[in-house]
């Protein structure tokens, strides 16, 4: 990769603040849709220096079609359907298409949904019952035997307990049933993915600087960038990709309806690397939607992946069950050093430890050998908005935004990159095309305090 510009102040005609998958995907389309223009990639080198962090920096997230949502859906088929074309052409490989699993109730909500949902995009599933998913993988326990939810506890007691209740009578004879989808769903790298994406845009020529953006402000005809300390980009458009740090700083006019809240997962070694078994996602409390009365309501499980170089580990995590929401940058920054982190991972790691020690016990390092840290807590922001999806939209002339991503974007960064960069192209006097299955209302953002009628007018025109 080209080395950082170190000059404090220059101007290009693109810049895109967030060097993440979605701005490293939105640069790299920019590079390729314009040719000759200059662009520029502004973000942190290292997460730790900056106090910017971000949630790519993992070796394991679910990659699949099957969703309950069709604009999910559909970003998730476009990106996919490129992964082989940027692993070629970057020569990094970041996709294993293992397939994967969507556990729930037996003619339940959840299914349900993911079945309608795959119908209406044309995405194949198949149905596969309790007895199937024993013949399919021995190795794994999906089944009534584990669904099993935990003892009802308070708040303050999260983590405490770690053996399974007994089923009650009805729960006894509620049935378990799968939906699979075969590659290319299945789990990628989100680091290598980025690697790959940021290898391809400074192949194209384009220009990465490595900083932390204080400030966007209007400057005549162009936007000025401030990097602090003295140190100025410039540019005639700029697409702002920054996730959960959005409303930290002045980067937009108004800040934006996001709840950002923690969320834990847990990674731990396996005995053994040739376990073919695909990611998970299970859905099997009774509240199939919303906030989790039981990390059971929603869970999801990866197969052995490498990390650093080190053994095989398999990736579990969680739902609504363990989060709690972030009011600040401080709060945001503490989660991710500080001691409420570790009392939050805590409790989650007991949980999900006894969970996983349930459906695959017989794959998994037992506690008892010390010779390694056998689990490992992995840690993020989720930032949510009102809708679900991401707000993708001019936010002023020459300013477009892609944020509030909601832990879902990962899968679909190449798609919602390529759409951010032909939005930040296109004549924003023209209605917007997002493609087939995508309304166009589908991304418009909501703002924490009402925009004033000026400002709607002023949006209009746009």
Same mark, same amino acid.
């Given at each position: 990769?080209?080395?950082?510009?170190?000059?404090?102040?220059?101007?290009y005609d693109?810049?895109?603040?967030?060097?993440?998958?979605?701005?490293?995907?939105? %640069?790299?389309?920019?590079?390729?849709?314009? #040719?000759d223009?200059?662009?520029?990639?502004?973000?942190?080198?290292?997460?730790? /220096? +900056?106090?910017?962090?971000?949630c790519?920096?993992?070796?394991?997230?679910?990659?699949?079609?099957?969703?309950?949502?069709?604009?999910?859906?559909?970003?998730?088929?476009?990106?996919?359907?490129?992964?082989? /074309?940027?692993?070629?052409?970057?020569?990094?490989? =970041?996709?294993?298409?293992?397939?994967?699993?969507?556990?729930?109730?037996?003619? #339940?909500?959840?299914?349900?949904?993911?079945?309608?949902?795959?119908?209406?995009?044309?995405?194949?599933?198949?149905?596969?019952?309790?007895?199937?998913?024993?013949?399919?993988?021995?190795?794994?326990?999906?089944?009534?035997?584990?669904?099993?939810? =935990?003892?009802?506890?308070?708040?303050?007691?999260? #983590? @405490?307990?770690?053996?399974? &209740?007994?089923?009650?009578?009805?729960?006894?004879?509620?049935?378990?049933?799968?939906?699979?989808?075969?590659?290319?769903?299945?789990?990628?790298s989100?680091?290598?993915?980025? !690697?790959?994406?940021?290898?391809?845009?400074?192949?194209?020529?384009?220009?990465?600087?490595?900083?932390? &953006? /204080?400030?966007? +402000?209007?400057?005549?005809? @162009?936007?000025?960038?401030?990097?602090?300390?003295?140190?100025?980009?410039?540019?005639?458009?700029?697409? &702002?990709?920054?996730?959960?740090?959005?409303?930290?700083?002045?980067?937009?006019?108004?800040?934006? %309806?996001?709840?950002?809240?923690?969320?834990?997962?847990?990674?731990?070694?396996?005995r053994?690397?040739?376990?073919?078994?695909?990611?998970?996602?299970?859905?099997?409390?009774?509240?199939?939607?919303? +906030?989790?009365?039981?990390?059971?309501?929603?869970?999801y499980?990866?197969?052995?992946?490498?990390?650093?170089?080190?053994?095989q580990?398999?990736?579990?995590?969680?739902?609504?069950?363990?989060?709690?929401?972030?009011?600040s940058?401080?709060?945001?920054?503490?989660?991710?050093?500080?001691?409420?982190?570790? !009392?939050?991972?805590?409790?989650?790691? @007991?949980?999900?430890?006894?969970?996983?020690?349930?459906?695959?016990?017989?794959?998994?390092?037992?506690?008892?050998?010390?010779?390694?840290p056998?689990?490992?807590?992995?840690?993020? &922001?989720?930032?949510?908005?009102p809708?679900?999806?991401?707000?993708?939209?001019?936010?002023?002339?020459?300013?477009?935004?892609?944020?509030?991503?909601?832990?879902?974007?990962?899968?679909?960064?190449?798609?919602?990159? !390529?759409?951010?960069?032909?939005?930040?192209?296109?004549?924003?006097?023209?209605?917007?095309?997002?493609?087939?299955?995508?309304p166009?209302?589908? =991304?418009?953002?909501?703002f924490?305090?009402?925009?004033?009628?000026?400002?709607?007018?002023? !949006?209009?025109?746009?």
């Open positions: 990769q080209r080395a950082p510009d170190k000059k404090s102040s220059r101007m693109f810049a895109v603040v967030g060097n993440g998958l979605i701005g490293s995907a939105a %640069a790299k389309y920019l590079v390729r849709q314009t #040719g223009a200059d662009i520029v990639l502004i973000g942190p080198e290292r997460r730790e /220096e +900056s106090k910017i962090f971000d790519h920096d993992d070796e394991a997230r679910i990659c699949r079609r099957l969703d309950v949502d069709d604009v999910w859906a559909e970003l998730a088929t476009r990106s996919m359907a490129r992964y082989n /074309e940027i692993q070629k052409e970057s020569g990094i490989q =970041f996709h294993y298409p293992c397939g994967c699993l969507a556990v729930g109730r037996r003619g #339940g909500t959840y299914l349900n949904a993911v079945s309608a949902c795959a119908a209406r995009q044309g995405v194949p599933l198949k149905a596969l019952s309790e007895a199937e998913l024993k013949s399919h993988w021995p190795e794994l326990r999906l089944d009534a035997t584990l669904l099993r939810d =935990f003892d009802e506890r308070s708040d303050d007691k999260k #983590g @405490c307990s770690t053996h399974f &209740v007994e089923e009650s009578d009805e729960e006894k004879h509620i049935e378990y049933a799968a939906l699979y989808e075969e590659g290319p769903a299945g789990h990628i989100p680091t290598n993915f980025l !690697r790959a994406q940021l290898l391809l845009f400074t192949r194209l020529g384009g220009h990465y600087v490595h900083g932390v &953006v /204080e400030r966007l +402000s209007k400057d005549d005809d @162009c936007w000025k960038v401030d990097l602090g300390a003295g140190k100025n980009i410039f540019a005639k458009k700029v697409l &702002v990709a920054t996730n959960a740090w959005t409303n930290f700083r002045p980067l937009l006019k108004h800040k934006l %309806a996001l709840t950002l809240t923690t969320q834990t997962a847990m990674r731990r070694r396996v053994s690397s040739n376990i073919k078994i695909p990611a998970i996602i299970v859905r099997a409390g009774s509240n199939q939607f919303g +906030s989790s009365a039981s990390f059971l309501d929603a869970c499980f990866l197969p052995p992946v490498n990390y650093d170089n080190d053994d580990w398999v990736k579990i995590g969680h739902g609504t069950y363990f989060e709690r929401p972030l009011a940058e401080e709060e945001a920054i503490a989660w991710y050093q500080g001691y409420e982190a570790e !009392r939050a991972d805590c409790y989650a790691r @007991c949980d999900l430890s006894a969970l996983l020690q349930r459906l695959c016990g017989n794959l998994i390092i037992k506690d008892n050998d010390f010779t390694k056998h689990t490992i807590p992995i840690k993020c &922001v989720i930032p949510k908005t809708s679900k999806r991401p707000y993708l939209a001019y936010f002023d002339q020459g300013l477009v935004a892609c944020v509030g991503c909601n832990g879902y974007a990962a899968k679909s960064s190449d798609e919602l990159g !390529r759409l951010s960069a032909l939005l930040l192209l296109h004549n924003n006097r023209e209605p917007f095309d997002f493609g087939p299955n995508i166009p209302d589908a =991304f418009d953002p909501i924490a305090t009402p925009a004033t009628a000026e400002d709607h007018d002023d !949006r209009s025109r746009r």
